[in-house]
């Protein structure tokens, strides 16, 4: 295939080569096999690390003396320390040698603290190997993932994302449940080398037989484009630092990155806290890990609702629809006692989880294109990662001062609708472009 033909997403029953057709059975566009790709991707390497460890944190505390604050303060510290510069460093990588690398880098990364982390015996080991797991995370997380379905879909762009962060909403789900049971049948130490080891197992051969960075690679085009130079198209005639730094001066890129960092610090403060909460309104470890997976699972029904609605409704108004229906959901918190208020938080939580990670990206290439879109994804993401776990860490302070969760919740109710309302609050650029 020449650079200028092209497969696009709809599937012929002819391909033309010169003057020539010949008559061929339709074949699957490759892309969904990157959403293939992507969706294992999230589903270990997010959906089971960041979902699935707090299950662990009981037993942090149970047995290594760690605190509330202390167990979550790992990934924070992670953030703080190396999350910007490897999240910039990964934005580069991504738009110059492909998101592949990248992922494949990140697994190690995840992998095999994980494994590591099984022997730790003090705290200064945990933060440690909680720093390698944050360069993991940002190197083959949402960064890459989403700026891989960027790049091989634009009509169906939002349906793709929402495939693909199944994954992490069926990791989350799982993982819980799973987690539990490894913990019960062979103690903490083991099953996060358990985990480490089924990480590494699944997603190297994903990243090396599978994922490809670009259409272009397989002598394709993106999803609705009718030539390769119209895969990654950015601000017209300008490179790609001058359209960072342009995106960087606006107005939308700062009310993207401040409202995605108070609602998912809100999220996460309630999931990390959610086992810990639940055991102390009178649940079972058990029966918390089962409302978290019910959860989780809530969040499937939104990832595939809301990529369908974000092709179809201005994408920035369903972020903070949905934004404000997660802010809302958490005061019925106060009533956890009440297992029906507690499975209803779930269902609705969960829910409106469906945009949490997957709309970012979208509302980011609406406003700014995907020419440049690993650097300012990379500028967006490594900015609401530290409001993704400085919730948590403040929930945890919260907890150890008042030994009540409910101040916690009133804050973070707080922090999510006002997060949904500077989303609300993006305009979009009159000459941006559909990439």
Known sequence: MSDHECETAEPDDSVTKGTMSVNRTPRIFYGWWIVAAAFVNLFFAVGIIFYGFPVFYPAFVAALGFTRAQVTQGFLLGFLAVGLPFGLLAGVLID??????????????????????????????????????????????????????????????????????????????????????????????????????????????????????????KGLCPDGAATPSEDGAGTQGSGPLHAVRAAVAGRNFWLITLGSALVIGAMNAVIQHFIFFLEGRGYSRTEASRFLSALLLASLGGRVIVGYIADRVRKKN????????????????????????????????????????????????????????????????????????????????????????????????????????LIYAVSRPKQALQS
């Open 96 to 217: 110059r040698i492909g998101a592949r690398w990248v992922i494949l880098t990140g697994v190690a990364f995840i992998g095999f603290p994980l494994i590591a982390m099984g022997s730790i015996s003090h705290f200064w080991q945990y933060e440690l190997l909680c720093v390698l797991e944050v360069i993991g995370y940002v190197l083959a997380g949402p960064i890459a993932n989403q700026v891989l379905i960027a790049h091989w879909f634009r009509i169906r762009r939002g349906r793709a994302m929402g495939y693909a962060y199944l994954g992490l909403g069926l990791g989350g789900a799982v993982a819980p449940v799973a987690i539990n049971w490894l913990l019960r049948s062979f103690g903490w130490r083991h099953a996060l080398e358990i985990v480490g080891t089924a990480i590494l197992a699944v997603l190297f051969p994903v990243g090396i037989w599978v994922t490809r960075s670009v259409p272009a690679d």
């Open 318 to 421: 369903t972020m903070a629809c949905f934004y404000c229906l997660l802010g809302a959901a958490i005061p019925l918190l106060y009533f956890a006692q009440h297992p029906l208020a507690t499975f209803s938080f779930a269902v609705i939580f969960g829910f409106a989880m469906g945009a949490d990670y997957m709309l970012i990206p979208l509302v980011t290439a609406e406003c700014f294109g995907v020419a440049s879109l690993g650097k300012i994804l990379a500028l967006i993401i490594m900015a609401y990662s530290i409001g993704q776990w400085a919730g948590p860490w403040v929930a945890g302070r919260i907890f150890d001062a008042l030994h009540s969760y409910d101040q916690s919740w009133t804050a973070m109710t707080c922090a999510a609708l006002l997060g949904s309302a």
